[in-house]
């Protein structure tokens, strides 16, 4: 998932963790009704990195209480909330593959794929509530937050608004609000100080909006994302590489009216791939990408030194690294 796990505890403990936390996801997706069962195991079985349960390991290795069964119940919860949106984005985004497989819409349809999602709010529901009261308003807050932030990128950026500050605005709400919320959890269970809640939130943000960032660089091609690249141009999806292109002062008329689409043939998606990756836009981009890591740097230098802040912080070069 790109968190790399060299200290042998460290590893014994979140290899561990996350063997647990599978073992509640298993049990929280069984359903009486066997297709709400199959349509809820689908993506969890189809793949996934589980990136949020394994932050939120690793990141409560900061605290005194590492192992708490609290970690884990939180770290279950992030990913149940995570799989639940992406149920719902398919529909929204009419989206016909997820993690190499077939969408729940694509393989049942919208219904099934919408009740799945909510089947599984429900489950992530019940379970924060075991969690405590303080647990239960921030997942609301973050949940609250991912809603804002899908509505915000399906309304698209106001007539007199700055189109980038308003894609970095979503990919805050849509993404970084439940990685800050990994950290935070992870902080507040392992028994961190408020101080370092707060590092491990501002870390979870930069590196959420990072990660962000350098799917949208890969869209455009790089060494082996094992992604198709192009997907975003083809189908239109405004990504920081293409916005920072368009405010550039004199845009080549026929990249212009290229990126207004729309784009299908395979050598002009090539051609216009190549011509964004080596423009000013993408400098740019890369500029952004290195602010919000050098940001993510940063929160963890407050935290005292550990193998956990370590595995932390390896996550900042490996987001940059698989742009390249
Ligand atoms: C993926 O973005 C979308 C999100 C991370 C947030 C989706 C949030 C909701 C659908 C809110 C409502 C959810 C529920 C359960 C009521 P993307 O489409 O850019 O990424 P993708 O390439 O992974 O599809
Ligand atoms: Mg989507
Ligand atoms: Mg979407």
């Not at 308003?166 to 609000?177: F, I, P, Q």
């Not at 602010?291 to 370590?310: C, G, I, M, N």
Request: hydrophobic share 45%; charged share 25%.
């Amino acid at each position: 998932a790109g968190i790399e796990l060299t200290d042998p505890d460290l590893t014994a403990r979140v290899t561990s963790g996350l063997a647990r936390v599978e073992e509640l996801l298993h049990r929280e997706v069984a359903s009486e009704f066997g297709f709400v069962t199959e349509a809820a195991s689908h993506l969890m079985q189809a793949g996934g990195k589980r990136f949020r349960p394994m932050l939120t390991l690793v990141a409560a290795g900061v605290g005194p209480k590492p192992d708490s069964d609290d970690v884990i119940t939180a770290a279950t919860v992030v990913e149940l909330i995570h799989l639940a949106t992406l149920y719902h984005d398919d529909v929204m985004d009419e989206a016909d593959v997820r993690r190499g497989a077939k969408s729940a819409n694509a393989r049942w349809d919208n219904s099934i794929a919408i009740l799945t999602g909510d089947f599984l709010f429900a489950h992530a529901s019940r379970l924060v509530a075991g969690l405590g009261p303080e647990a239960v308003r921030i997942i609301a807050e973050t949940f609250a937050e991912l809603v804002t932030g899908q509505t915000r990128e399906t309304v698209g950026p106001r007539p007199d608004e700055d189109p980038i500050a308003h894609h970095l605005r979503v990919l805050d709400e849509k993404t970084a609000s439940l990685i800050d919320t990994c950290g935070r959890y992870a902080g507040m269970f392992s028994g961190c100080s408020d101080t370092e809640i707060a590092a491990l939130r501002r870390f979870g943000r930069a590196i959420g909006i990072a990660f962000q960032i350098s799917d949208d660089i890969i869209d455009l091609g790089s060494a082996d994302s094992g992604k198709t690249p192009g997907t975003d141009l083809r189908a239109g999806v405004p990504t920081l590489p293409v916005l920072y292109t368009l405010a550039e002062p004199d845009v080549d008329p026929l990249l212009r009216q290229r990126l207004a689409g729309p784009l299908t043939d395979d050598a002009d998606v090539a051609e216009t791939a190549a011509q964004l990756r080596t423009g000013a836009g993408m400098a740019s981009t890369r500029q952004t990408l290195g602010s919000y890591a050098t940001r993510a740097r940063a929160a963890l230098d407050e935290l005292p030194p550990s193998p956990a802040v370590d595995a932390l912080a390896a996550l900042v070069p490996f987001v940059l690294d698989r742009t390249r």
